[in-house]
């Protein structure tokens, strides 16, 4: 298991592609989460393709691609951050990572749908799963980048694994902040 204990973390081609390589297949999964969600925001599209028949009796969508080419560019993401080996790249994904947590807290506000809630809150579990495992000094730097985003989240109505997750994220969030003894 990895140590977010979302999915197990075999190694796979990992090791065998250069950062540039990650870079790219991360960038073609971001097209994929971009163009997913296009789809399934466009509800007029949505209602004529399901008027003509598309995909039987439900309005056809493409939730899972959304949200699956998302977490698994985040998983790639977060696992170049925690190489050492690839350290001279920590920047350039540090970019990729703030970018990415910004726009996927901001648009998981926004969602008043309950099924595309439901799915989008397990992206911001692992995000924040993810960033609670970094050092001190990236997480602050992230934190000061959404802060705003995740107060906002907090407001919401939330599933209950989101509010358990958002609360030991507050806790971890309040040692590296005010520099505060457990």
């Not at 081609?13 to 999964?29: G, H, I, P, S």
């Not at 990572?97 to 692992?126: A, C, N, P, Q």
């Amino acid at each position: 298991m990895s140590e977010d204990g979302d999915h197990p973390l075999p190694e796979g081609m990992f090791n065998y592609l250069t950062t540039k390589q990650l870079f790219r297949v991360v960038e073609c999964l971001f097209e994929s989460h971009k163009f997913s969600k296009g789809f399934n925001m466009d509800i007029d599209q949505r209602k004529i393709l399901w008027k003509y028949g598309f995909k039987g009796r439900i309005l056809p969508d493409l939730q899972k691609q959304e949200t699956a080419s998302l977490l698994c560019s985040l998983r790639i993401l977060h696992k170049i951050y925690s190489d050492i080996t690839r350290v001279d790249e920590w920047s350039k994904t540090e970019i990729y990572l703030h970018r990415l947590t910004v726009e996927s807290f901001e648009y998981y506000t926004m969602l008043e749908e309950d099924k595309r809630r439901y799915s989008w809150g397990k992206i911001v579990i692992l995000m924040l799963k993810k960033m609670m495992l970094l050092d001190d000094e990236r997480f602050v730097v992230i934190l000061a980048k959404c802060y705003n985003q995740i107060c906002h989240i907090l407001a919401q109505e939330n599933e209950r694994d989101l509010q358990l997750v958002l609360s030991k994220f507050f806790l971890r969030a309040r040692d590296p902040l005010f520099k505060v003894a457990s």
